[in-house]
């Protein structure tokens, strides 16, 4: 792990708060805007903006990933491929 890109320090918590409410809202489909975010935070907005950019490109990736694969589900991962009663039960 490249250490160099964790300082070691606590985030404020109005950093930690800026940075939910615009996850949150992008979750919600929403679009915030970085540089407001940044305007009512100006405090934070060194470390914010990297956050902040880092989330946006995340959700892009995940709306892309939803596009690819509707019908995907994480869950699917955890059922049982051979369910009791099925063919291949205990084999």
Same mark, same amino acid.
């Given at each position: 792990?490249?250490?160099? @890109?964790? +300082?070691?320090?606590?985030?404020?918590?109005?950093? %930690?708060?800026?940075? /939910?409410?615009?996850?949150?809202?992008? *979750?919600?489909?929403?679009?915030?805007?970085?540089?407001?975010?940044?305007? @009512?935070? +100006?405090?934070?907005?060194?470390?914010?903006?990297? %956050?902040?950019?880092? /989330?946006?490109?995340?959700?892009?990736? *995940?709306?892309?990933?939803?596009?690819?694969?509707?019908?995907?589900?994480?869950?699917?991962?955890?059922?049982?491929?051979?369910?009791?009663?099925?063919?291949?039960?205990?084999?």
């Amino acid at each position: 792990m490249d250490k160099s @890109r964790f +300082p070691g320090r606590t985030p404020p918590m109005g950093e %930690l708060r800026a940075f /939910a409410e615009f996850s949150e809202a992008q *979750v919600r489909g929403e679009n915030p805007s970085i540089e407001e975010t940044l305007a @009512r935070y +100006p405090e934070h907005a060194e470390h914010l903006r990297p %956050l902040l950019e880092t /989330a946006v490109d995340y959700q892009k990736d *995940v709306d892309e990933f939803k596009r690819k694969y509707p019908d995907f589900s994480i869950w699917d991962f955890f059922r049982d491929p051979n369910p009791p009663g099925s063919d291949k039960a205990g084999s």
